[in-house]
């Protein structure tokens, strides 16, 4: 694979799992072909400058993601409340509420659905939820066939890949190697890597696809509190044509996602694709309310460690989250390392955060994957600080013991040198005589620095020792 | 009004006229500068890898140095934010809290406090700005491209006071150069290519020089054009400001 990293079914080389390789490793392997971080990195800010484009139309911009930004503390503040009305609503109208405390009573919830109905085959939009929860997998180890209808998803899904991106599942992938796998796996002709061709072919396939499955599942964008309805964004209407031919349709949805009333889709819907892709709207944003005469609707809501974050004073608003990937389009680090190399569903900055939440030492490389930048923060519609968080889990990772040994040292070393001038001063000009007399003792393979940079020529004297000189006492 | 200047541990060791620049500029415009001598680091490496609980012994000195000062100035935004965000110091937090409110960045002081409207700086020659992300987005030195909000630069408003300037234009204009402090090692892959992404924007605008407010992404970026065996050279925005950066 383009990566060098390992199919998502190989255990040896596990993507998602403690023991693999971190996110400096992997960015290590990713930026092996420079001219494809190039194009990875030119790819996605062309997306980060079209959500600069789109937002820059609208004067009331800052104060929409602030307004988005109370409403979701709001709900985070009384969240129990809003979910108990939210699925006292929802049952009023015919819907099934589940709730499930992990990926596992998840999984066993959408499994039993579909063996109810006697379905083993299932069609499945975008939702990010289920990649968290693996539910493919499961699904697959159990026997029941899983196909994704979303474009983007579809594609990793035929390359045994997990997506790398939240909004853009397959932005790692060129179109040649699209072709490609097309050709493998629809039988399109080897070497057409035209996309227009390509998506009709899809499309093609997958309405046999919609036409023959009995069972749908969905995600679940915002889930409105007052009226028990949710509403669910997609560009493909992939997710509406699942959802109306199919006789149960199963729509999974983050405890999160709750919103107090219809009218504050007035303010998610506006913010949401602007800062995804840069246009206004979703070309479809569906609204459920009820099943149809005959279908069976259920909603399973989930937990899976979104209580404890909550729990978290300093990363609860990591919880206000729309998935709208607008962090990662502008992070000058994912853009060059690809969103495999933070081995998790959600990668880029807000998967940096929300990560370790999960399995702090799973994912202890992640919240040191920044420079802390700031620029997360910024794009953020629902404005979480993204890189305040970066900084917070790090000294939260260090605290809990998930720092290597030779780090700690460097650290304690580094902390006496600069709490104590006269072994600062010493060690200063120490540095400074060994670049100059012996550059070699630095500039060598050992030294991360000088892979690609050369060290600074050190000055005859510091600063310091010049003042003493020329200044002390001149004033 | 006495100011005390604080030179960042690498700007001191590997940089000093960066800092000379700096004493200079600020004595030019009739401030009473001291350095007081047994200064080292504002503890940002260890905090930001993890290690706050470690930067006590730096925090106690930085106040130790600097507490007694009407202002404490620096070349370098990055070291500012940190102290404007993390010096504290449990057995006096008011103190602490009260400096860290004084520390200025040296073109923020030069621009808020001391209103500076003119500066006697000649540099005929093309200028690449390099918005170093903690004095951007951090002190809000610069308005940053994601907000949707009026612009403005606090050294961009200084640089156009040189006579004889060029600001080239920049693709990218406030994009990370990847220096990130210990990210520059712990990520080296994302970290170099990042440099070189940003130079490059530069080198393609015709920049003669590459210039910002904080000296550790500078050195980055030189280590890179070095590297590459490129003429263009890194100054500390103190060296353009004072007038005279190209002689000793």
Known sequence: ?475 | MRVGLFIPCYVDQFYPDAAKATLQLLEKLGVDVVYPPKQTCCGQPMANSGFEHLTTGCNELFIKNFAEFDYVVAPSGSCVLHMREHLHDDKNPEVAAQLSNKVYELTSFLTDVLKVTSLPARFPHKVGFHQSCHGQRGLHLSQMSELVAPGFSKPGSLLNMVEGIEIIPLNRIDECCGFGGTFCVVEEAVSAKMGKDRVEDHLEHGAEFITGVDMSCLMHMEGILHRQGSKVKVLHIAQILNGSPLTP
Not at chain 1, 383 to 406: M, S
Not at chain 1, 434 to 452: D, Q, S
């Open chain 1, 1 to 475: 694979m383009a990566q060098g990293i390992k199919d998502h079914d190989d255990k040896t080389h596990p993507l998602q799992g403690a023991g693999g390789l971190d996110h400096a490793a992997l960015s290590d392997i990713f930026n092996q072909d420079e001219n494809r971080v190039d194009w990875h990195d030119e790819t996605l800010w062309w997306i980060r400058q079209k959500r600069d484009k789109a937002v820059n139309q609208l004067p009331e911009w800052e104060s929409l993601r602030e307004t988005a930004s109370q409403i979701k503390n709001n709900v985070l503040s009384d969240l129990s409340n809003y979910l108990l009305q939210f699925e006292a609503n929802a049952t009023k109208n015919g819907i099934t509420i589940h709730w499930a405390a992990d990926a596992k009573e998840h999984n066993e919830i959408v499994l039993s659905l579909l063996l109810s109905k006697q379905v083993m085959q299932m069609v499945k939009s975008k939702s990010m939820l289920t990649e968290e929860c693996h539910l493919n997998e499961f699904l697959a180890e159990n026997g029941i066939d899983v196909i994704d209808s979303d474009l983007g998803e579809r594609i990793v899904q035929l390359a045994k890949e997990p997506p790398s991106h939240i909004v853009l599942p397959c932005i790692h992938k060129k179109k040649e190697e699209i072709g490609e796998l097309f050709h493998q796996y629809l039988g399109t002709p080897a070497g057409n890597a035209d996309p227009q061709f390509l998506t009709e072919t899809a499309r093609q396939h997958l309405r046999e696809t919609f036409l023959t499955r009995k069972a749908t599942l969905t995600g679940v964008n915002f889930a409105v509190a007052a009226t028990g309805e949710f509403v669910v964004c997609t560009n493909e209407g992939n997710a509406d044509m699942g959802a109306h031919l199919a006789d149960i349709h199963i729509a999974s949805m983050g405890i999160e996602k709750i919103i107090p009333e219809r009218k504050h889709l007035g303010v998610f819907l506006r913010l949401l694709t602007r800062s995804a892709t840069g246009q206004p709207i979703t070309t479809y944003s569906s609204h459920f309310s009820k099943p149809r005469a005959g279908q069976e609707m259920h909603i399973i809501i989930v937990d899976n460690g979104r209580t404890v974050q909550l729990g978290r004073e300093d990363f609860r608003n990591s919880l206000k989250c729309i998935r709208c990937g607008a962090c990662m389009n502008t992070c000058p680090v994912y853009r060059r390392s690809g969103g495999h190399s933070y081995h998790n569903a959600i990668s880029g900055p807000i998967g940096s955060i929300l990560a370790p939440n999960l399995d702090m030492e799973k994912y202890a490389d992640l919240p040191f994957a920044s420079t802390l930048c700031g620029s997360c923060s910024n794009v953020c519609p629902v404005k979480i600080d993204i890189h305040q968080q970066l900084y917070k889990w790090r000294q939260v990772i260090v605290k809990n013991g998930y720092a290597t040994t030779a780090k700690k040292a460097s650290m304690h070393l580094m902390s006496f040198t600069l709490s104590t001038p006269s072994v600062y001063h010493v060690g200063g000009k120490a540095g400074r005589w060994v670049l100059k007399h012996a550059p070699f003792a630095v500039n060598n393979k050992f030294n991360p620095w000088y892979k690609h940079r050369d060290m600074p020529e050190p000055p005859k004297e510091s600063f310091g020792e010049w003042y003493a000189k020329n200044k002390n006492g001149k004033q």
